[in-house]
């Protein structure tokens, strides 16, 4: 693997905050955790306004500009055997079926190998394709979440991909159980951004960034619904922290879920169970469509939900035409 470049991470502050938790939002990765953004402005890696500043509490307003510089560091990233599925591949990308409890990439505040540990030992073209501590790697799913991801084998296809995702040219579907019931379709348009009371947690705010995801009611059983979430934008957290707004908690979620719908699953209810995209290079149409895992099912069934679900998942389409 080689180095990173130094490079500038540059933007306007869009709230009054302290200074670690605005470079935080600026950043805007949730593998980067508070205490290595405050080593970082500790050690004059932070500039406001063009003045170097050292305080993580200092405060700063809308429309300062703030540069943060990311050092190049030699990648510790190597080949590992990590378990995970493929769906398709060709010389220019890969769809992945990601399992549970599997971080996607490398960072500062994370520890154990990753799913990019076994990319690289699984296609070791991949090294050399977007950043070294996270190569091929054009968009995440967090740790708890399982299911589709594609991930690009060449430079030609991730700068491609990239930019599809950004112009929402990636369709993306997932299952989430929630704790409420709902009848009929929805969608939730509110910006999303870091909550001021933890840092580390996403919420709604008047200073987010736009975020709109659209829900479609599946399956009932008592008081929980079974929905497909797409999602329009990539927020982080944003299926969780809309359908928390909406008042309707993801089952099993630690971190935005309620006090009764924490137990009723064994991980976060979210399932990547659909991807669909024109390929970059050939322009064929990609479909792929991941079964609901065997934890999840059996949390379902356990609810007293119907196995004619699963079926449902397991019917699309893999492939291209």
């Known amino acids: 693997m080689g180095n990173e470049t130094t490079r500038v991470v540059s933007g306007l502050v869009e709230a009054p905050n302290r200074l670690d938790i605005a470079v935080l939002d600026l950043i805007d990765d949730e593998s980067v955790s508070r205490s290595w953004v405050q080593r970082a402005i500790r050690g004059g890696k932070v500039k406001c306004n063009g003045t170097t500043l050292t305080k993580?509490?200092?405060?700063?307003?809308?429309?300062d500009r703030l540069e943060v510089t990311l050092e190049p560091r030699l990648s510790q990233l190597v080949p590992a055997d990590v378990k995970f599925g493929v769906l398709f591949y060709d010389e220019h990308l890969a769809v992945i079926d990601k399992p549970p409890n599997l971080v996607v990439h490398p960072a500062p505040s994370v520890d154990g190998l990753t799913l990019c540990h076994g990319l690289l030992s699984r296609f070791p073209q991949i090294s050399t394709v977007g950043s070294p501590d996270r190569p091929g790697i054009v968009h995440r799913l967090d740790k708890d979440t399982s299911g589709l991801m594609v991930v690009a084998l060449s430079s030609t296809a991730y700068a491609e991909l990239v930019s599809m995702i950004a112009e929402r040219k990636v369709k993306r579907r997932y299952v989430v159980a929630v704790e409420g019931s709902v009848s009929a379709p929805f969608?939730?348009?509110?910006?999303?951004?870091?909550?001021?009371?933890?840092?580390t947690?996403?919420?709604?705010?008047?200073?987010?960034?736009?975020?709109?995801?659209?829900?479609?009611?599946?399956?009932?059983?008592?008081?929980?619904?079974?929905?497909?979430?797409?999602?329009?934008?990539?927020?982080?957290?944003?299926?969780?922290?809309?359908?928390?707004?909406?008042?309707?908690?993801?089952?099993?979620d630690q971190t935005y879920g309620s006090r009764t719908s924490i137990p009723l699953a064994p991980r976060v209810f979210l399932h990547s169970y659909y991807l669909a995209f024109e390929h970059p290079i050939t322009s064929c149409k990609m479909e792929f469509v991941s079964c609901l895992p065997e934890d999840l099912m059996h949390s379902w069934l356990k609810l007293g939900g119907d196995i004619i679900v699963h079926s449902a998942f397991c019917s699309g389409k893999q492939g291209q035409d």
């Open 56 to 63: 993580p509490s200092y405060r700063v307003k809308v429309g």
């Open 187 to 199: 969608e939730v348009s509110v910006p999303i951004g870091r909550d001021s009371r933890n840092p």
């Open 201 to 252: 947690r996403m919420a709604v705010v008047p200073y987010g960034k736009p975020a709109l995801t659209r829900f479609l009611p599946l399956a009932h059983v008592g008081g929980i619904t079974l929905l497909e979430a797409e999602l329009l934008t990539g927020r982080t957290h944003q299926i969780r922290v809309h359908l928390k707004y909406s008042g309707l908690p993801v089952l099993g």
